[in-house]
């Protein structure tokens, strides 16, 4: 037997196989196509839902996010002027015009007791 004849042999064995596969009358009725046409209802309204959701969480991280850099940059410009402020040449100059007098004297007093305070 040649190879040709082998394939066409093979192709009609399978052909009238799959001619004659029958699908169980249970699997065609009405109760299984209303069964899988529910299905198929309920599992797209989930995956609509479940999509909606996700695209209104990531909206909601975009925005959030913004908010968060925003806040970032406000931060550091907030720590340079803190930092400007505690600067020894800006409190000096802060000083001039609150009226106050430098000290010239310092006297430190010498106790020779360690206890601070009693009861």
Do not use: C, W
Request: charged residues 20%.
């Amino acid at each position: 037997m040649s190879l040709r004849l082998r394939v066409r042999y093979q192709v009609r064995s399978i052909a009238r196989f799959l001619f004659s596969f029958s699908v169980p009358s249970f699997l065609t009725g009405n109760t299984a196509r209303l069964t899988v046409s529910t299905v198929a209802l309920f599992l797209l309204v989930g995956y609509v839902s479940k999509i909606s959701h996700l695209s209104t969480s990531g909206y909601e991280i975009a925005v959030l996010e913004k908010k968060v850099a925003v806040l970032s940059d406000e931060s550091v410009k907030l720590n340079a002027e803190v930092a400007s402020y505690q600067s020894i040449a800006s409190i000096q100059k802060r000083l001039q015009g609150a009226s106050m007098v430098p000290v010239k004297n310092i006297n430190y007093i010498k106790t020779s007791a360690t206890v601070v305070a009693e009861r």
